[in-house]
Structures are given as C-alpha cells and as structure tokens.
C-alpha cells in the first residue's frame, strides 16, 4: 500500500515548535497550496493543509522558515482521534512531513526573497535542482520515539 503526499505551498504562520516530555521536537504547521483551477468567478482558490513534522528536521524546519515562506513537503496522510474536554470525539487529518524543502534563495538582509521575485520551483534555470540538498536529513527512529 501507498501512503505519499507532496505539496507545494507557502506557510500560513510561523511553525509552532515544541518538545514532548520527553524532549522530542515536534513543529506544528499550516500550508496553503493554491488549486490548479479557477473558480467560477476566476479566482484561484487555495487548500489549507495542516501538518507535523517530528525531530531534528522539526527544529530546522521551525529556524529555516516563516510565515509566508515557500516550500515542498514530503510525507505521508495520517489520521487520528481524541476526545475533547466536552466528552466530544474529535477527527483530525494531518500530513506528517518527512522531509521539506526550501524552494525560494535567502536576499541580503532578509529572511527570504520577495514573493513577487520568488524563483519557479520547476524552471530548468542553470540545470539547478531545486528540491537537492536541504531539508533531506536522515533520521533515526526507535519504536519507542513514535507517538503512536
């Protein structure tokens, strides 16, 4: 079976970094990925995906980024449930990132560049590769690491 989800979008906030009791690094964030068609007004509506990513590239990923950044995710759809304080079973579907990418070039003196100057990700510009060598960390994983 396959379970692989890749997205292209821009980062809604801030990643909201945090670590589990026992000092796990865990991001937390919300991706807008624009949709390939437009509405019946002609507008281009986006989808707004929330997603996780665990560890050392939780914590690169929340000092690499920022609101409003470019990037790619790569993970896999996972779906959970809990039960809200009001006795309520709450649903929740999320894409826990394995590896990101940044997919615009840091300027002098900012943190990224200007979305109207943001480079295109599938340009053959240079025969660069924009999805090479950021973000592929690898990770180790126990069984006892995994939150479910």
Request: hydrophobic fraction near 35%.
């Given at each position: 079976?396959?379970?692989?989800?890749?997205?292209?979008?821009?980062?809604?906030?801030?990643?909201?970094?945090?670590?589990?009791?026992?000092g796990?690094?865990?991001?937390?964030?919300?991706?807008?990925v624009?949709?390939?068609?437009?509405?019946?007004?002609?507008?281009?509506?986006?989808?707004?995906?929330?997603?996780?990513?665990?560890?050392?590239?939780?914590?690169?990923?929340?000092?690499?980024?920022?609101?409003?950044?470019?990037?790619?995710?790569?993970?896999?759809?996972?779906?959970?449930n809990?039960?809200?304080?009001?006795?309520?079973?709450?649903?929740?579907?999320?894409?826990?990132?394995?590896?990101?990418?940044?997919?615009?070039?840091?300027?002098?003196?900012?943190?990224?560049?200007?979305k109207?100057?943001?480079?295109?990700?599938?340009?053959?510009?240079?025969?660069?590769?924009?999805?090479?060598?950021?973000?592929?960390?690898?990770i180790?994983?126990?069984?006892?690491?995994?939150?479910?």
């Amino acid at each position: 079976m396959i379970n692989r989800v890749v997205l292209i979008g821009r980062l809604t906030k801030d990643v909201e970094l945090r670590y589990t009791q026992s000092g796990v690094a865990v991001g937390t964030f919300s991706l807008a990925v624009n949709r390939q068609f437009t509405n019946a007004s002609g507008e281009r509506e986006a989808d707004f995906i929330n997603g996780v990513i665990w560890r050392k590239a939780a914590e690169n990923f929340a000092n690499f980024t920022h609101k409003g950044a470019l990037v790619a995710i790569e993970g896999r759809l996972q779906t959970r449930n809990y039960e809200d304080g009001n006795g309520k079973r709450v649903y929740v579907t999320e894409v826990v990132a394995d590896n990101f990418s940044l997919l615009e070039k840091k300027s002098d003196g900012q943190q990224s560049a200007p979305k109207s100057q943001a480079p295109d990700p599938f340009s053959n510009q240079g025969n660069q590769n924009k999805f090479a060598g950021s973000g592929n960390t690898e990770i180790d994983i126990s069984d006892d690491d995994l939150p479910f």
